[in-house]
């Protein structure tokens, strides 16, 4: 939404092939996150950043990486997508952490194929 | 592990009709617990946080409330325009950044 959003939008691609989406805030938030929402499962947490270049797993953290060199840019690259990792990504960040409500991107379909 | 149910899974009310939608939580040291709102292809858009059992939040048509074991999002003469999935989220004192969301709940008001 307003002061967050991710690109691309939507990426189809092919089992093995490496990718990375990217999540841009401009709000100055400390923490951003990563999601994954699929059916029947909800939204569950990939990796977390709680500043630059600091960086943790979330429960779902297995065939993703992240990095965040500034601020307001959080990547999350699948270094060889398998079909698995088909689903929706959604991006969040907040201010104060867990405490704290989070705030969402729009979201990325992506499609391993 | 912490768990969150929300139901009914899907419900559908005509305009004007008031209903309740449920989140239920086991946990351990509950730190807070958020309402959201996702419309089709879009991302969950923060509604309320509770943090303590017997708090109450409103805006417009919707209340949410707290209890130890649940909390309710109360819809009172819901329109067209409230129609969404409601997602249901808790943080715990132990869990680290971990928010633990429900599978939603999808509204349809009929108009």
């Known amino acids: 939404d307003a002061g967050i959003t991710q690109s691309p939008r939507h990426k189809v691609t092919e089992t093995g092939t490496p990718v990375t989406l990217r999540c841009h805030q401009t709000?100055?938030?400390?923490?951003m996150y990563w999601y994954r929402q699929d059916p029947g499962h909800g939204l569950r947490l990939i990796h977390y950043s709680y500043g630059v270049k600091d960086t943790d797993k979330g429960e779902v953290s297995d065939g993703y990486s992240v990095s965040r060199s500034k601020t307001e840019d959080f990547l999350l690259t699948l270094e060889s997508a398998t079909s698995s990792q088909t689903s929706v990504y959604f991006c969040?960040?907040?201010?104060?952490?867990?405490?704290?409500?989070?705030?969402f991107g729009p979201g990325t379909r992506l499609t391993v194929l | 592990e912490d768990q969150v149910t929300q139901s009914p899974e899907a419900l559908r009310l005509q305009e004007g009709e008031s209903s309740s939608l449920n989140c239920s939580y086991t946990v351990s040291g509950l730190r807070g617990l958020f309402w959201y709102r996702q419309d089709p292809g879009k991302g969950p858009e923060f509604l309320f946080t509770?943090?303590?059992a017997g708090e109450e939040k409103e805006k417009e048509r919707l209340k949410a409330t707290l209890t130890k074991k649940e909390s309710f999002l109360h819809i009172t003469a819901p329109k067209p325009e409230d129609s969404a999935t409601y997602l249901c989220a808790v943080t715990t004192n132990f869990g680290n950044e971990k928010l633990t969301f429900g599978t939603g709940t999808r509204l349809t008001i009929i108009p």
């Open positions: 969040a960040m907040s201010s104060s952490g867990s405490y704290n409500e989070q705030f």
């Open positions: 509770l943090y303590s």
């Open positions: 709000e100055n938030h400390r923490y």
